[in-house]
């Protein structure tokens, strides 16, 4: 299994403003996958990031309010831009390994006041 | 969208008792998924199944991936307090790509010492 890191693993914003994840993984990977677990929810994803190509987002999420890069195969980012209170959540990044398995980072705790 | 039922949303038992939970699904699946989260962990990935009847075990956890192709169970057998946690199924249906997981809502596990 692929080891992924997050980083920051927490942070408290002020609304407003913008936080980058940063997502690391230890081997090449073609997509990387970004999600967010809201309080008390489950996973839904947010984009899926390619290398070389724009992000693919799922409906309910737009690149201005959650820009990505990815400009290599081991590496992406999550921009979260004028955060409110509702962008409250976990934020996790994943790969996918073999036979459709799916692997996670530690997540994001993100706290907007 | 695809949509999961996980059941049951949350569970008490005694530490030693067994544990059953379940997904169904409105359509049919290729892939069931089993994770278990940590509190300010992203999920880890327990068991993976690829076709109907599959019965696969780690450990105290066996999962099974159902005759219609639309549920799966895991269990947990004689339940220890490290049991604790949340829950989740997540699948790839057939249709969707491949890299697009849709998870369950999750069962919060208590183990009483």
């Known amino acids: 299994s692929a080891v992924i890191s997050q980083k920051p693993s927490r942070d408290i914003c002020q609304r407003g403003t913008s936080l980058t994840i940063q997502c690391q993984v230890d081997?090449?990977?073609?997509?990387m996958f970004w999600y967010r677990q809201q309080p008390g929810q489950s996973l839904t994803l947010i984009a899926t990031?390619?290398?070389?190509?724009?992000?693919?987002?799922e409906s309910g999420f737009v690149i201005d309010k959650f820009p990505i890069s990815r400009p290599n195969l081991t590496f992406s980012t999550l921009t979260v831009s004028n955060m409110s209170p509702e962008d409250s959540s976990i934020y996790l990044c994943s790969v996918e390994g073999d036979r459709r398995k799916a692997f996670f980072g530690q997540g994001t705790r993100l706290t907007v006041v | 969208g695809q949509q999961l039922n996980q059941s049951p949303q949350s569970m008490f038992i005694q530490e030693g008792e067994d544990v059953s939970m379940n997904c169904t699904s409105s359509?049919?699946?290729?892939?069931w998924l089993w994770y278990k989260q940590d509190p300010g962990e992203g999920p880890v990935l327990l068991i993976a199944l690829y076709k109907a009847g599959e019965l696969t075990s780690n450990g105290r956890l066996t999962a099974q991936f159902g005759i219609t192709r639309k549920d799966s169970f895991l269990n947990i057998s004689a339940s220890i307090p490290s049991d604790v946690g949340i829950y989740f199924c997540a699948g790839h249906s057939f249709g969707s790509s491949n890299y697009k997981l849709t998870f369950g809502k999750g069962t919060l596990l208590t183990v009483n010492p």
């Open positions: 081997s090449q990977v073609t997509m």
């Open positions: 990031a390619n290398q070389g190509s724009e992000a693919t987002y």
């Open positions: 359509s049919i699946f290729n892939t």
